[in-house]
Structure formats: structure tokens, C-alpha cells
């Protein structure tokens, strides 16, 4: 049986990653879900200044090697493992390392720009888009890259500013068109509804219903989606 494919994406801050989370561990975490995130797979521009690279719109499809990701995903879901490469955010560079990730019987994509190409579209089978509304996504964006990315609140507006919301309006909304669940980050009720039917039909399609590993799909309402 071929691995069955979800992609969860959503705008920046939107929570996709912490719906992402909840989804891979209550389908048994690595036992049972290979996770790739679009994130991994930014090109390599080592070849350009710090200054230079500070200055890439990292926002737009092209900034990001999503053929690779495609042929990952195909590799992955035809059992072979496949070497996910790892992205320095700090330095804006792709260090020669990679991550081994082997075959499971769902594979699970996250990213902002995933649903964006349709050839990358094609390859998941359920999809869902997670949105929230862009003050709640700017404040958790500054949060992050201040903290995780040792950005200033100044550099994380400017590029918002210049970058990040303008991508947002141009590529991220309109591919919402394209999922078969939207979920509000902030409705708390709608989201572990959306999580239980997620994980539900995964288990279903995936023969996961009785593999020790899988747990009964849970969501901290503390944490910020």
C-alpha cells in the first residue's frame, strides 16, 4: 500500500506547524510518519554576501527547491529513504548536512508555499490550510525570529514589510483554494474537530487503526496554533 500524503500549510505565525505536530505525534510520531518541512529545502545561496542573502525574498516560490521536495515526497512514497537537507536561518545557508528520513505509511509535508505548486499539490491527499488573522500572524512571527533567528523587531518588520506580507497576498491566500480543510487557529473547538477527522481518516486509509504507537489525537489549547 502506498504511503498516504498530507499537507498541512497555512501564512506565516498561522499555526500550521503546531497542527502539523499534533497530527505526527497522534499518528505515532516516527514509528509511523516521515515529516518534511518546505523550510529544509531553501536553495543554497552560499555563493552570495551576508548582505546579499539578508536581502532574498525569501517569501516567493522560487526561494525554495520545491522540485526536490516533490521528488522526495515520490521517493518516499515508493519506500525509499531519501536525504532532507538542513538550512541554517541565521546565516541564510544550506550546510552540507542532511537528515536521513525513511519511508512510513504517511508522509507528512508543512510549509507556507506548499499548496502554491500544483505539481507538489498533485502529490498529497488530504490538505489542509490553517489561517489566522495577520496582526495574531505578525506578532507571532517577531516572536519566533527574535527568539529562534536572533533577528531584531526591526529586521523582522522590514522584511514582513517588504517580503512577507505582499508574498502572502500574491501566492500563500490565494492556494487556500486548494486544501479540503480550512481551519481558524483561534477557534480552539473547530480545530481539534479538524484534528480528530484528520487523523481519523489517515489512520483509516493508512491501516493505522490497531498499530501500537498511535494515539488518540489530542491539541494543548495552550499552545498557540
Same mark, same amino acid.
Not at 171 to 185: G, K
Given at each position: 500500500?502506498?504511503?498516504?500524503? #498530507?499537507? #498541512? /500549510?497555512?501564512?506565516?505565525?498561522?499555526?500550521?506547524?503546531?497542527?502539523?505536530?499534533?497530527?505526527?505525534?497522534?499518528?505515532?510520531?516516527?514509528?509511523?510518519?516521515?515529516? @518534511?518541512?518546505?523550510?529544509?529545502?531553501?536553495?543554497? #545561496?552560499?555563493? $552570495?554576501?551576508?548582505?546579499?542573502?539578508?536581502?532574498?525574498?525569501?517569501?516567493?516560490?522560487?526561494?525554495?527547491?520545491?522540485? @526536490?521536495?516533490?521528488?522526495?515526497?515520490?521517493?518516499?512514497?515508493?519506500?525509499? /529513504?531519501?536525504?532532507?537537507?538542513?538550512?541554517?536561518?541565521?546565516?541564510?545557508?544550506?550546510?552540507?548536512?542532511?537528515?536521513?528520513?525513511?519511508?512510513?505509511?504517511?508522509?507528512?509535508?508543512?510549509? #507556507? @508555499?506548499?499548496?502554491?505548486?500544483?505539481? @507538489?499539490?498533485?502529490? $498529497?491527499?488530504?490538505?489542509?490550510?490553517?489561517?489566522?488573522?495577520?496582526? %495574531?500572524?505578525?506578532?507571532?512571527?517577531?516572536?519566533?525570529?527574535?527568539?529562534?533567528?536572533?533577528?531584531?523587531?526591526?529586521?523582522?518588520?522590514?522584511?514582513?514589510?517588504?517580503?512577507?506580507?505582499?508574498?502572502?497576498?500574491?501566492?500563500?491566500?490565494?492556494?487556500?483554494?486548494? /486544501?479540503?480543510?480550512?481551519?481558524?487557529? &483561534?477557534?480552539?473547538?473547530?480545530?481539534?474537530? /479538524?484534528?480528530?477527522?484528520?487523523?481519523?481518516?489517515?489512520?483509516?486509509?493508512?491501516?493505522?487503526?490497531? %498499530?501500537?504507537?498511535?494515539?488518540?489525537?489530542? &491539541?494543548?489549547?495552550?499552545?498557540?496554533?
Amino acid at each position: 500500500m502506498p504511503a498516504i500524503t #498530507i499537507g #498541512i /500549510a497555512g501564512g506565516t505565525g498561522a499555526g500550521k506547524t503546531t497542527l502539523a505536530k499534533a497530527v505526527y505525534e497522534a499518528l505515532g510520531s516516527d514509528s509511523n510518519v516521515a515529516y @518534511l518541512c518546505h523550510d529544509s529545502y531553501y536553495r543554497d #545561496i552560499t555563493h $552570495l554576501t551576508i548582505d546579499e542573502r539578508a536581502q532574498t525574498n525569501f517569501d516567493h516560490p522560487d526561494s525554495l527547491d520545491t522540485d @526536490l521536495l516533490i521528488q522526495h515526497v515520490q521517493q518516499l512514497k515508493g519506500g525509499e /529513504a531519501v536525504p532532507v537537507p538542513t538550512y541554517d536561518f541565521t546565516e541564510h545557508a544550506r550546510p552540507s548536512e542532511v537528515t536521513m528520513v525513511a519511508p512510513k505509511k504517511v508522509v507528512l509535508v508543512e510549509g #507556507i @508555499l506548499i499548496f502554491s505548486d500544483k505539481k @507538489l499539490v498533485d502529490q $498529497l491527499d488530504v490538505k489542509v490550510f490553517v489561517e489566522a488573522d495577520s496582526d %495574531i500572524r505578525l506578532m507571532r512571527r517577531i516572536s519566533r525570529d527574535t527568539v529562534e533567528r536572533g533577528r531584531s523587531v526591526d529586521e523582522v518588520m522590514s522584511q514582513y514589510l517588504s517580503t512577507v506580507r505582499p508574498m502572502h497576498e500574491e501566492f500563500v491566500e490565494p492556494s487556500m483554494r486548494r /486544501a479540503d480543510v480550512v481551519v481558524h487557529s &483561534l477557534d480552539g473547538n473547530s480545530t481539534s474537530v /479538524a484534528l480528530q477527522m484528520i487523523v481519523n481518516h489517515v489512520k483509516n486509509e493508512a491501516g493505522l487503526e490497531d %498499530i501500537a504507537g498511535v494515539d488518540k489525537p489530542s &491539541l494543548d489549547q495552550k499552545d498557540e496554533l
